[in-house]
């Protein structure tokens, strides 16, 4: 089957299974979590400049020369974003160092702006899709509890089993979730999407999209294992943007997508 993808553009919907990073792409850091501390130093960004700080500091992650150390990783990106918000460069790390020694529950657990109407759009093409996300364990029973997506008997919002209330779970129905923490393979490490097209059935080949916000994991990742990555790049940060496509949301990915009428 030829590539869905050409140069830097989705141009036909011949793709067979779409892979969906977690954070960037369907959630973003709890802003309950991050509003406070930046308020006490006078800035006060709504939704749309959080997500925005985001992909900022994801950016700011990939020009960077190595990867992160693992135990600073959060810090890091913390630093990146704050700035992205508006705090005076001189406070940024030791502010990102103060929040990040106070982690919080769910601190990964918001649906981005439009997400929901975008990924019931890509459920709508009807394609296997799943989530393969580099986490600490708690990815798939927060999409749940957020109500975003589910495994069908996945974990319930305490992470430890099915809800078992016999309520149907929220959000779009996904046949693979998978946590880095809990599979033991963190991307760009090309097994972790392996394990998930094993549970989709499906093979491992140029039209499997994966759609991630990071270049090191999710574009490196995605052409180590043989797919197509999709970054996903609103604002235009990608420092090394050849040869892959970019989408700013998940409605353009589906609209792209969808088998146009003759």
């Known amino acids: 089957m030829a590539s869905p993808v050409s140069g830097n553009s989705i141009e036909a919907p011949k793709v067979s299974a779409i892979l969906l990073d977690a954070g960037g792409v369907l959630v973003f850091p709890e802003p309950a979590n991050l509003l406070p501390p930046l308020r006490e130093v006078g800035v006060d960004p709504d939704l749309a400049a959080l997500e925005r700080a985001h992909y900022h500091a ?20 913390l630093t990146s974003y704050l700035a992205a918000c508006g705090v005076a460069e001189a406070s940024c790390e030791q502010l990102a160092t103060e929040i990040a020694q106070h982690p919080r529950r769910y601190g990964w657990a918001h649906a981005g702006l439009g997400v929901m109407d975008g990924l019931r759009a890509l459920a709508g093409l009807g394609l296997p899709m799943g989530v393969v996300s580099n986490s600490n364990g708690t990815v798939e029973a927060d999409l749940r509890r957020v109500g975003v997506c589910f495994v069908p008997d996945g974990v319930g919002p305490d992470g430890v089993g099915s809800i078992g209330d016999g309520q149907a779970p929220e959000g779009v ?90």
Request: charged share 20%.
């Open 58 to 77: 994801m950016a700011a992650q990939d020009r960077q020369p190595a990867p992160p150390v693992q135990n600073t990783w959060w810090r890091d990106y």
């Open 173 to 262: 129905k996904m046949g693979v979730i998978l946590d880095s923490a809990v599979v033991g393979v963190a991307k760009p490490d090309p097994g972790i999407f392996r394990i998930a097209l094993d549970a989709l059935n499906v093979p491992a080949d140029g039209t499997v999209l994966h759609v991630g916000d990071s270049l090191r994991y999710d574009v490196a990742g995605a052409l180590a294992a043989g797919l197509q990555p999709v970054h996903m790049d609103p604002y235009g940060l990608c420092s090394a943007p050849e040869g892959h496509p970019h989408v700013t949301s998940l409605a353009e990915l589906a609209e792209s997508l969808r088998p146009n009428p003759r």
